[in-house]
Structure formats: structure tokens, C-alpha cells
């Protein structure tokens, strides 16, 4: 196997364990049971009280250090590409580097520190404790989610283009294997139940989808290379 080659290999390792080490952190965040929970905002409020602290704290912990990883795996897609020169190549690769990259752990942090504000507003009887934990966080929060959430729809869109229109070494179908698009389905699987499973589930929205993508790249990759 030559360098490139290797290179490759490690990198989509290193996203992958990175994707899994960020699954643990949002299903320690989610994993909860919402059952007796009327709309959206009691669950909310019903997950932060179940949740001790120790857990956000580790929730944390594991999405700073997993999203990075998943980052590097991911640029693996960049390596790939026969024309690394182009504007769109050049658009995958910095918007990797500052969603997943740069941003991404201090996104899955903020969150976890937002359930915590839930959780304490909980504790102190607040009657929209939801709301109050917004407003008191929304200004440090909503730039960097903004700024974040920019930066991630622009990759995922010129993912699907660089691997649609056969920019790649992949084939064009895949696509339809997209971060974007599987953060919804995800999503919104996971928003039809309340059990902890299901939280959970909808938690890794982004990680689950990471996983997926990164697995497949790799057993395609590998079967080219053999």
C-alpha cells in the first residue's frame, strides 16, 4: 500500500472512531426516556431533569474530542478528488475545516451547556424554564450555531455536487449519502417516539450520519484499491 493510499486509511479510521466517540456523547446527552412528556417543550424539560450532571459534562467531553476526528475523516474526501484545484474542491475542504473541524465540538459543547442551563432552571422551579435558558445563552449561542450551521449546509451541498457529477473516485450515487440529508432523516425518526432509545437515536442526527457516510467510503475505497 502506498503512502496516499495509507493516508487515506487512516484518516477514514480516525473519523470513524471520532463518529462513534461522538454518538456516545449525544446519546449520553439524549438517551433519556420523554414518556408522559405533552409537546415539544416539556419533553425538553422532562430530559434535562432526568439527566444528572456528571453526564452532560461527559456528553461534552466526548463530542469536543469525536467531532474534530470525524473531521479528518471526512477530508478524506478531499485527498480523493483527481482536481483538488477546483473552486468547488476548494469549497469542501475549507468549510470541512471550519464546520466539523473548527466549530463542530464547540456547537456539540454549547448544547450540552444549554441542557445544563435547562436542568438548573428546572431545578429552581422556573415556569417556562426552556425559554429562560434561551434567553439567557442565546447571545453567545446562536452566532456560533449560525456561523456553524452556514458552514455545514455549504459542505454538505458541495459534497453531493463533487460526488454527483462524478468529481470523484466515488460512484455518483452515493451522493445520496449526504450529512444534510441524513441529519433529517435521522431526525425525524427519532422524534416519533419518547423512549431513550429514540432520543437517543435522534440525538446522533449528525453522527450517526457521519458514521454511515464514512463507513461506506471506506469499503467502497477499499475495493477499488484491491
Not at 484545484?85 to 468549510?95: E, F, G, H, I, Q
Not at 464547540?106 to 428546572?122: D, E, P, R, S, T
Amino acid at each position: 500500500m502506498n503512502s496516499a493510499k495509507k493516508n487515506q486509511s487512516t484518516y477514514l479510521t480516525i473519523g470513524i472512531i471520532g463518529a462513534i466517540l461522538t454518538m456516545i456523547g449525544d446519546v449520553l446527552l439524549m438517551g433519556v426516556s420523554s414518556y408522559g412528556a405533552t409537546d415539544i417543550f416539556d419533553k425538553f424539560n422532562l430530559l434535562a431533569s432526568k439527566l444528572p450532571y456528571i453526564r452532560i459534562g461527559l456528553a461534552g467531553a466526548f463530542g469536543a474530542i469525536g467531532i474534530p476526528m470525524c473531521a479528518v475523516g471526512l477530508y478524506v474526501l478531499y485527498l480523493t478528488l483527481p482536481d483538488q484545484k477546483s473552486r468547488l474542491a476548494s469549497v469542501y475542504r475549507n468549510t470541512i475545516i471550519g464546520s466539523f473541524g473548527t466549530l463542530g465540538g464547540c456547537v456539540h459543547v454549547i448544547c450540552c451547556y444549554l441542557m445544563m442551563g435547562l436542568k438548573m432552571n428546572v431545578e429552581a422551579g422556573d415556569k417556562t424554564p426552556l425559554m429562560t435558558s434561551l434567553r439567557q445563552q442565546a447571545g453567545f449561542a446562536i452566532p456560533v450555531l449560525a456561523v456553524f450551521f452556514i458552514l455545514y449546509i455549504i459542505n454538505s451541498i458541495s459534497m453531493a455536487l463533487l460526488i454527483g457529477k462524478g468529481k470523484t473516485i466515488l460512484p455518483r450515487w452515493m451522493w445520496i449519502l449526504n450529512p444534510l440529508l441524513l441529519r433529517y432523516m435521522i431526525n425525524w425518526t427519532g422524534l416519533v417516539f419518547n423512549s431513550a432509545f429514540m432520543n437517543g437515536l435522534c440525538c446522533t442526527n449528525m453522527s450517526l450520519g457521519a458514521l454511515i457516510i464514512l463507513c461506506a467510503w471506506g469499503i467502497v475505497i477499499a475495493k477499488k484499491d484491491s
